[in-house]
């Protein structure tokens, strides 16, 4: 199943505005990523939070995550339309079984300017 | 550093050709990932290596999906025959260490189209 799931699907906002996304998942994790991806290019990483962690800040970026909901929201403040792009976030997990790392389907973000 | 590399950007083939895709990690690296990225599935990682042995390929769709990584600075992925179902972007992305725990450079992608 499913493992992070971002919402909203896509989000339309004007350039000087806050971006927030969510990231939900179900099973316990190890740490939670987040990736933007502009069109046609390769995946970028933006913030890794581990699970004993609560909130991380890079730059105009801001991560939170609840382990007792089994979320994470991204935060952009002061938008601009270079950050127009899509926005994945990624659960990693280590388990006896072995260990993995799963996408989200994305968050398509569009800043207007 | 350069990056991850992939060649070519892009593919166009006909249905039943062999296709083989290219990457070259980021030196040091010791973990190396293809995906695929299409609409209606997102990204599904097809195969992942550590230390240039196959640790996980049970995201390869099928006999028809092979991939290879001879030495540390170089893997490919080939697809003999395609299919139009086989239309995506794959992605080769490699990472310092485990694959859940460090953060995974991609490379730009190859668009891979069949006819």
């Known amino acids: 199943s499913q493992q992070g799931e971002e919402d909203p699907q896509a989000l339309s906002i004007q350039e000087g505005e806050n971006a927030t996304m969510n990231c939900s998942y179900k099973?316990?994790?190890?740490?939670l990523q987040w990736y933007r991806q502009n069109s046609g290019r390769g995946l970028v990483h933006l913030i890794l939070?581990?699970?004993?962690?609560r909130e991380k800040h890079s730059g105009r970026l801001r991560v939170t995550l609840d382990t007792s909901k089994k979320s994470s929201s991204l935060l952009i403040t002061a938008s601009r339309a270079a950050d127009t792009a899509s926005y994945f976030c990624a659960t990693g997990v280590q388990e006896t079984s072995g260990s993995r790392l799963t996408f989200g389907e994305g968050t398509q973000l569009t800043v207007n300017p | 550093d350069a990056g991850v590399i992939q060649s070519p950007r892009h593919e166009v083939t006909e249905m039943g050709q062999e296709v083989t895709l290219r990457c070259k990690p980021i030196?040091?690296?010791?973990?190396l990932f293809w995906y695929r990225q299409t609409m209606m599935r997102g990204l599904e990682l097809l195969i992942y290596?550590?230390?240039?042995?196959?640790?996980?390929d049970s995201g390869m769709p099928e006999d028809r999906f092979s991939a290879k990584m001879p030495n540390a600075s170089f893997s490919t992925l080939k697809i003999q025959p395609s299919e139009p179902r086989d239309s995506a972007v794959y992605f080769c992305?490699?990472?310092?260490?485990?694959?859940?725990?460090?953060?995974?450079?991609f490379g730009n992608g190859t668009r891979l189209t069949v006819t």
């Open positions: 030196s040091g690296h010791n973990s």
């Open positions: 939070i581990r699970s004993n962690e």
């Open positions: 290596f550590n230390n240039n042995v196959p640790i996980d």
């Open positions: 992305a490699s990472s310092p260490r485990d694959r859940y725990n460090s953060p995974l450079h």
């Open positions: 099973t316990s994790i190890n740490n």
